[in-house]
């Protein structure tokens, strides 16, 4: 058994001071240790709390995920079609349930058996953390190598590795929707495009913009290429998770999460966690064309669904029901000027581009070069 607190205080050496994830009890002692000495956010998932590390990675924090195994099939999306082509380096610990030989829950059977393989599919390097104190650093400096060549790397915990840790007395948070404005006129249906024509108009070089997978990524990149845009290819849900690590990391810049009802709907917890931790530098829009309009156009449930109320109820200090471009310009403004956490919904028209095209530049040349912008 390893003592937690010295191994985190290692951690903590190494630059590893962003902590986000989910609870499991092989992970108790780490994870009281991140609360109690680092900046940790609770995720609702473990694919959300990747993408939050994700975020913060991109915004110069080298960032650490905890979860449970079981957890691995929740986080492989943002695993596989976020971490590996944008080339993010994040540290992982994840425990071993099910491992063989130990009386666990039978729903952690199978996923005892196949953890390991399940990283080593998703090209993940790892290992299985030492519970002796002089292995397990000389392990976190060979993981730190890793992130250090933009490369994933996760720890495997097996049952009575960490030593217990006390977590302090937290402190309770409540954050409270402001402004609330649901629907009240007709909807003005403009096209996806020019939506996006307004959001970047108000991209100057204090803001990022990121689109969600699909054709809003595509149609942002076709409109205008710019250093300060990321296209996010999969990882569905995950853009306001991803917005949110970046906003925390990078307080100074603005940060426009394009957002559709598909994917906003695949991962709706998102929103309650960036209402808790509201970020006033987060602006998050969801541009609903009630279908998913990538795979042929096919019916998502978004009409039946109060995105504003969701919002507002979820701690989002504006929550805002948008009828048309003219408004869409305003809220962008107001946002701009007075930095609260903000969420716009706006209905567009079916329908894309013709003939739409792809993005040319790679995921990891998106990601290295809006790195560059951050810093600038």
Known sequence: MIETYQFGTECKKLGFHFFTGVPCSFLNPLINFAINECEYITAVNEGEAVSIAAGAAIGGKKSVVLMQNSGLTNASSPLTSLIFPFRIPILGFVSLRGAAGLNDEPQHELMGRITAEWLTSMNIHWEYLSDRMEEALQQLNKANAFIDKNEPFFFIVKKGTLAKTELQKQTVKTTNNAVKLSKSTADEFPARIDALKVIQSHADQETVVLATTGKTGRELYQLKDASNQLYMVGSMGCVPSLALGICLA????????????????????????????????????????????????????????????????????????VHSLSELDGYIQEWKSSKKLTF???KIAHGSLKELGRPSIKPFEVKERLQVFLND
Do not use: W
Request: contains cysteine; hydrophobic residues 35%; glycine residues 10%.
């Open 250 to 321: 990078r307080k100074e810049k603005d940060v426009i999460a394009i957002d559709g009802d598909g994917a906003i709907l695949m991962r709706l917890g998102s929103l309650a966690t960036n209402g808790y931790n509201s970020p006033p530098n987060l602006l998050h829009i969801l541009l609903d064309n009630q279908t998913h309009d990538s795979t042929g156009g096919q019916q998502t449930v978004s009409h039946n669904v109060q995105f504003v109320d969701i919002a507002a109820a979820c701690g989002y200090h504006r929550a805002v029901y």
């Open 344 to 346: 716009l919904h706006l």
